[in-house]
């Protein structure tokens, strides 16, 4: 096992090797498995390499920072057969998924409407803002992505909007990127609504609730304190402490849960239960956001795939609608249709039926006219 650059944590956790090097632990032929947590901007390249050397990937979100980028470092997977797994915690907090579970079980019958709130104790460094890509894909892409988790099914469009109330050296920072709160509209299939809300300041800690409306009752999650014990004075009543302030502390269960929840795909040879495809579509959603923000207009999700032109699995570019089209493209309106199978999927086709996907996709065989973004 290796440790990434930190002394301190590999002599408290009895790693016998580190380094500065991430190539060192990817080209080691003991390592199995890597977990990716750098700045954003170096996780394509090292899920690339990752592939390239034959390890599973377990990666923190985003998977990069753009979409043909993206598409990319999942088909270097695919292709090369490994295992990629996305590090969308929420997905495993205990509360967040007991609301699934409801859902998925008709507990509450059919869903009707979403509420998504989402909002950190106090605003990052403007340096931290600049370049992240703005408040969709960095801070709401959990809530993009667990809309579309709650909900069961891929979203259709979205109407975004955005505001600076809070850190005014943002506010003229270029597109999203000057919003400390923003909220989305989702349309799903069959009418149903998803409503998020984000902020980059909450004064009491962690404000991150979740609230399924269905067709036989409603289900919802409160925000998460260190302890259930209760004050009752005569000026106050109410929890004794206030909420979780550090997201390390928020979310340490579900990033507890995560890891395990890789290493027993691994040991058992087992899907991931977050796909590089569940990633894709979180991004492509926080994209829309920040154009349909931008526009002041629904925006499709198909928009954005059609936009993805790969001459290979590993070779992609963007296609603006103005550009005169490359020979031969085919837009797809599929989120799927960009990728080749996971590993997982490989098992299932078998080698020839692998190889027709792979013809199929790159062909232009492979596309598909409903206007959601399709996934597993």
Known sequence: MYCFYFPAAAKQYNIPRFT??????????????VWICSPSQFHAEQIKACAANGKHVFCEKPIATDLPETVEAINAC???????????????????????????????????MIKLCSRDPSPPPA???????????DMAVHDLDMSRFLAGSDPIDILAIGSCHIDKTIADFEGSEKFDTASCLVRYPNGVQAMIDVCR???????????????EGMIQT??????????????????ADMPYDFFLSRYNEAYVTETVAFCDSLVNDTPVPCTGEDGLVALIM???????AAENRWVTFREIVEGVYCVSPTQCELVAASDLFPE???????????LLPDVDKQKVMGTNGFKQAFSNLFSGKATNKESTVEAN
Not at 127 to 137: D, P, R, T
């Open 20 to 33: 500065e090097d991430a190539m060192e632990v990817i080209t080691d032929p003991e390592v199995d498995a």
């Open 78 to 112: 695919n292709e090369a057969g490994v295992k990629l797994m996305i590090g969308l915690q929420r997905r495993f907090d205990q509360n967040f998924k007991r609301v699934q579970e409801a859902v998925t079980q008709k507990e509450v019958g059919e869903p009707i």
């Open 127 to 137: 340096s931290y803002v600049k370049g992240g890509g703005g408040i969709f894909a």
């Open 201 to 215: 300041q909450s004064s009491f800690g962690y404000d991150q609730r979740a609230e399924v409306l269905g067709t």
């Open 222 to 239: 409160d925000n998460v304190y260190p302890n259930t014990a209760k004050i009752y004075k005569s000026h106050f009543t109410g929890n």
């Open 286 to 292: 926080a994209i829309a956001a920040d154009k349909s």
């Open 328 to 338: 031969g493209f085919r837009p797809t309106a599929s989120a799927k249709d960009l």
